[in-house]
């Protein structure tokens, strides 16, 4: 009976020992603490999914809440990683990592087309902190004491390469921007670029001019493929700008469309038309050099069977419709001094 009392005395003792280890190590030893916070953020963060499983639609209250949450956990490991052993020397890793727990909360509550905002101003919320932390660190409460600090050499150069550092991930979305409206820019010649490498070369097909080029020709196929080929050559030319319009909606709109003009040279012939589909780049390049992307197209004729309903057993019926061949897409150069010679004319 003594050794079964004993166990569960031990039983007891253990179970106490470990929930009061459990709690020494949750609850912060005093009330201004970095636990202190770490704790307020665990609470938050519960009360957030508690009222989610509750009640889904309160979305403001819940995203308030998250938020209030994530800046308690930013306090938190911002007042630790201001101790040791995040602290090298007189380097510490708090203004960069409290920085980006504040970015990253700004990154999820901006609207998609600033988001890059945050990411853009971690450097300079990083020594902004840093600054404030090295004026709460100092010794003396006087002013010029802590003006002193801050005007440091070390300091200086420090706020000087967060700016750097700020202006480039600025170039990068900068540069990004403008590649996603304008990216035929980007699969220009970069060779001499100071600050833009491209790993892989691209080709002729990568150009967007000649993506347009090629669904122009499958639509074109498509259209004439199932009627006669009847058309004048103004109405032809009519009908291409139509296509151009058309499947430069299907790859998704950008700022960059205004700037290809499509010539269209048409020779009609009694097979048919000989036509040369010109893409007119008139957007900046490279080397200064204008170039038009062209693809060279026959339009002839031949039998198609198109149903009837007139004939007996609904019989295919023999018609005449368009049939396209084009070649591949080149890229050839503008003459400066007369842009429009190298385009042929009717």
């Known amino acids: 009976m003594k050794e079964i009392w004993k166990s569960l005395t031990d039983l007891f003792g253990g179970i106490t020992g470990f929930l009061k280890d459990t709690l020494d190590l949750v609850l912060p030893p005093k009330f201004w603490h970095w636990q202190t916070f770490l704790l307020l953020t665990i609470i938050l963060w519960l009360l957030s999914m508690i009222i989610s499983e509750v009640d889904s639609n309160k979305e403001e209250a819940i995203n308030l809440i998250s ?3 994530w800046l308690c956990l930013t306090i938190a490991v911002g ?12 380097v510490s890793l708090c203004p960069w990592i409290t920085g980006g727990l504040i970015c990253f909360l700004l990154y999820e509550n901006l609207a998609s087309n600033i988001q890059y905002v945050a990411v853009v101003s971690w450097p300079i919320i990083s020594v902004c902190i840093a600054a404030i932390i090295l004026g709460l660190n100092s010794p003396a409460a006087a002013t010029e004491v802590k003006i002193a600090r801050l005007s440091k050499s ?16 600025g170039l990068y979305f900068m540069i990004q921007g403008m590649v996603q409206q304008y ?3 980007g699969e220009d010649d970069l060779s001499k670029s100071t600050f833009v490498y491209r790993l892989i070369k691209p ?20 259209d004439l493929g199932s009627q006669k080929l009847g058309l004048s050559v103004p109405k032809m030319k009519l009908r291409l700008e139509n296509i151009k319009d058309e499947v430069t909606k299907e790859i ?6 205004d700037l290809w003009k499509l010539q269209t040279p048409i020779v009609a012939n009694q097979s048919g038309y000989e036509l040369e589909l010109q893409l007119l780049w008139e957007g900046p390049t490279a080397k200064d050099e204008s170039y038009y992307l062209s693809k060279s197209c026959k339009i002839g004729e031949k039998v198609g069977q198109e149903s009837s309903g007139t004939t007996s057993q609904n019989e295919a019926v023999p018609i005449r419709v368009g049939d396209v061949e084009c070649g591949a897409v080149e890229k050839k150069p503008v003459k400066p001094e007369s842009p429009q010679e190298n385009l042929k004319k009717i």
Do not use: H
């Open 154 to 169: 070390s300091f200086v150069i420090l706020i000087l390469v967060n700016f750097m550092v700020s202006c480039w991930l």
């Open 79 to 90: 007042w630790r990683t201001n101790q040791k052993p995040f602290v090298f020397g007189e």
């Open 67 to 69: 938020s209030l949450s």
């Open 183 to 185: 990216p035929t820019m």
């Open 252 to 257: 998704s709109v950008v700022k960059e469309d």
């Open 203 to 222: 080709s002729i097909n990568d150009y967007r001019g000649a993506k347009i080029l090629n669904l122009m020709e499958q639509k074109l196929d498509r």
